[in-house]
């Protein structure tokens, strides 16, 4: 009966998770969920280089007597950053319980220009137009925290004409890589431990989706590009309209040197400014984001080999609905 249970409950879940509004409703509540717990602001905190580049473009692109909205202002460190330059106002808009921290910090600071806003930023509004709109709506896949949408809705709604968006540009790319020997993950059918072949498996491979083939790994594992790195997509979310985005990709890389390929990396670049950035490719940046690694079978390749990528992204703030292959033409 436990097992029957166990069964069904995994359908029904699979089942509302495939509705659109359904999904929407359960991310909304997990999201809150997840930056109601300290740990979780502790970490970004922490994270020296995107917590400074944030105060740099801040304290370069905000004015005195500028209305300021802060969208998911976690514990505040945005909006206290940007009241060093004497806004007239900053809307700091908060749908989890950690607002509650960010109100007991501000007092504690002596910081008086804020007006938290505990609300799903769909359901503020103002009369109030805003000079710039901060954010950090940014997760280890760039757009998996909702970003394009809720970003849009306030700049279409409340931001004014010509108003700033910080961060506003982004660059996305997927790119082949060869992992270091340690910390390759092969697919359960690849493996043989010392001698023992797992390959009774290889049936799994009509399985191995966006649930199974993606896997977060640290910038240090990866040991090299394979091929010239090209960006797959860019954006300015001042100028971007809905659904402007392609979600579906193919194109092919030039092997630039003998090597295997281990599957394909998402990584991005935060464009402040031409001098003000922050990227997450494995070799050109230490922050605390991980990297997500698009599992492939591994595969030799010669210097000069043309390899074909293909990438797709059902929903664009759902890494569960992304396909990709990568195969030598």
Not at 12 to 19: C, D, I, P, T, V
Not at 93 to 111: C, P, T, Y
């Amino acid at each position: 009966m436990k097992d029957l249970f166990i069964k069904i409950a995994g359908k029904l879940y699979s089942k509302a998770k495939s509705n659109t509004y359904i999904k929407k409703l359960y991310y909304a509540a997990a999201n809150r969920n997840y930056f109601s717990s300290f740990q979780e602001h502790e970490k970004m905190l922490a994270d020296k280089i995107r917590v400074d580049t944030y105060y740099t473009a801040l304290q370069k692109y905000i004015s005195k007597g500028d209305v300021v909205i802060d969208l998911g202002t976690g514990t505040g460190i945005l909006s206290f950053m940007a009241s060093k330059k004497s806004p007239s106002k900053i809307f700091a808009i908060e749908h989890s319980d950690i607002i509650d921290s960010a109100r007991k910090a501000a007092v504690h600071n002596n910081i008086s220009c804020i007006e938290f806003v505990n609300i799903n930023s769909r359901e503020f509004n103002t009369d109030i137009k805003a000079d710039v709109l901060i954010h950090e709506q940014i997760g280890a896949y760039l757009f998996d925290e909702n970003m394009i949408d809720n970003i849009l809705d306030l700049r279409d709604r409340v931001l004014k004409k010509g108003g700033k968006i910080i961060p506003g540009k982004f660059e996305f790319f997927v790119e082949p890589v060869e992992l270091k020997k340690d910390h390759r993950i092969p697919f359960i059918w690849e493996q043989q431990i010392h001698g023992i072949k797992f390959d009774c498996f290889s049936d799994l491979k009509n399985d191995s989706g966006a649930n199974y083939g993606i896997i977060l790994i640290r910038p240090e594992s990866v040991e090299k590009f394979v091929s010239e790195s090209e960006r797959l997509i860019y954006f300015d979310l001042e100028k971007t309209e809905r659904d402007s985005i392609p979600l579906k990709y193919n194109f092919t890389r030039k092997i630039n040197q003998d090597c295997e390929i281990n599957g394909l990396i998402i990584f991005f670049n935060i464009i402040f400014d031409e001098t003000i950035k922050i990227s997450t490719s494995p070799f050109l940046s230490d922050t605390h984001w991980n990297i997500p690694l698009l599992r492939t079978e591994s595969f030799a390749a010669k210097k000069d080999d043309l390899i074909e990528i293909s990438f797709e992204m059902k929903d664009i703030s759902d890494a569960e609905s992304y396909k990709w292959s990568c195969r030598k033409v």
